[in-house]
């Protein structure tokens, strides 16, 4: 049967030639083309690895430097006891034989360790300020604590007939004077300086205010289940 009886009959013509010398050209190419693109990560991650190094060693530098300062003056220690031994720099120089990213990771490295010598020498370093909410709270707290201890006892010793009458009074004066304790407290103990000091007024009012709130409702309590 001839190649033009088969497309004839429908049959769809097959091309047996093999690949030539323009397939190979082309194959041959996307291959460069894909180590040059590989090639340009890799040198472009090694770039940024050395310049990522370059920092690390100014700020190892600037924290080893007190600290060699700091063993010679304040504990005595020989300069020639914080030269490094020769097996110490073998072993320095093959942890950075593999490029700039093994030279970071062991810089690194090297400002981790420094960091924990800081807080075994110098200790942890001195806790921050509390916020003016927290610090004030400590402070309005305890008189509000006092307002309610002295409305319970009212309340146990006060006759029958003359609770509202002491309620009354301890409602309207006892969390005047917590909350003007308070904030002359908060002046005596954290003014003096050029800012002023913030006393939080409405944290101290409402916590003033709780222990009534809070009688309030126990004396509402027991009325309800009497």
Known sequence: MTDQQQATDGIPLQSTQAPGPWDDYLAAAQRLDAVRRAASAAAGEQQAAATAAR???STVRARLAPQHAR????????????????AELEAATQSLAGGPTAVLA????ARLTADAADATIIGPGPAGPLRPWVRNLLIYGPFAA??????????????QGSVPTYALLCGLSMPVLAFGLGWV???????????????????GAVTCLTPVLLTCMGVGLLAFFR
């Open 106 to 109: 062991a810089l690194q490295q």
């Open 146 to 159: 006092a307002v309610l201890i002295v409305q319970i006892v009212l309340y146990l010793v006060a006759p």
């Open 71 to 86: 063993m010679i003056r304040d504990f005595g220690v020989p300069e020639s006891e914080l030269i490094p031994r020769p």
């Open 55 to 57: 920092q690390e060693l």
């Open 185 to 203: 407290t908060i002046g005596f103990v954290y003014g003096g300086g050029q800012q002023p000091v913030d006393r939080t007024p409405i944290l």
